[in-house]
């Protein structure tokens, strides 16, 4: 519901409205839709092409692996954004889907680089060396205990990187790389209301307030998630 410009939080609009009279706590709820929607999608691609590169990785030739260690370490160094704004900048096109693609191969070293030292580790164990024993095959044994063993750690690894791709996107969407118009995004919605930031402070304020809440909700649950998979580091 619109109403008047800069409208301060009332009854009526409970998070004030912005420059052009739009209903504020309606484009925050709009929002937190598109945060948790990218968060979401880009968590999955960057997992799915993380986990396939890291498992390979961990299985390949010393040669091989050396060589993907090193990619990984290497497209680590540059900030998640940067290449996310790079695949943004090659699609030349804005828009939700290609944010979302563009964060998730951003993610997908991450994901790799821990996948496969989690990977190696399993490897080493004395069960693995078991089933290859018994004659059961790598396929399964990837699918029987590499996987369900490194999944609560890797979960953990994973929430995190759900907080920096909802970080990632509110920045692209404030440098006009994110989702386009009319999608009211919180990296949007903060780059509008940067002209009205003394006469109207809660365009500003709020849409920060929920950015920072929904990342720091997402880091105390991956803490709680750590310390539920890994007692002995929490005594540590």
Do not use: C
Request: aromatic share 6%; net charge neutral.
């Amino acid at each position: 519901m619109a109403g008047s410009r800069l409208e301060p939080p009332s009854l009526r609009h409970w998070a004030g409205t912005d420059q052009l009279g739009r209903d504020l706590f309606t484009q925050l709820m709009i929002g937190a839709r598109i945060a948790l929607i990218v968060g979401t999608g880009a968590v999955a691609i960057g997992a799915a092409i993380g986990i396939v590169a890291g498992v390979l990785a961990a299985f390949a030739t010393r040669f091989l692996d050396d060589a993907l260690a090193a990619v990984f370490d290497i497209l680590i160094a540059f900030p998640t954004l940067l290449i996310a704004m790079l695949v943004v900048a090659a699609r030349e096109s804005a828009s939700l889907g290609t944010a979302i693609l563009a964060l998730g191969i951003g993610l997908s070293p991450i994901v790799g680089r821990v996948t496969r030292i989690l990977t190696k580790r399993v490897l080493a164990k004395d069960y693995i060396t078991a089933a290859r024993i018994s004659g059961t095959g790598w396929p399964m044994v990837v699918a029987d205990h590499v996987l369900p063993n490194i999944a609560p750690f890797l979960g953990v690894n994973l929430a995190l990187q759900f907080g920096l791709a909802v970080m990632a996107e509110a920045s692209l969407s404030y440098l006009g790389l994110g989702a386009p118009p009319p999608n009211a995004s919180w990296g949007r919605m903060l780059q509008e209301a940067q002209g009205t930031v003394y006469s109207a402070p809660w365009a500003a304020v709020l849409p920060g307030l929920a950015l920072f809440a929904l990342v720091i909700g997402v880091n105390l649950t991956a803490d709680g998630l750590r310390d539920r998979f890994d007692p002995a580091g929490r005594e540590g």
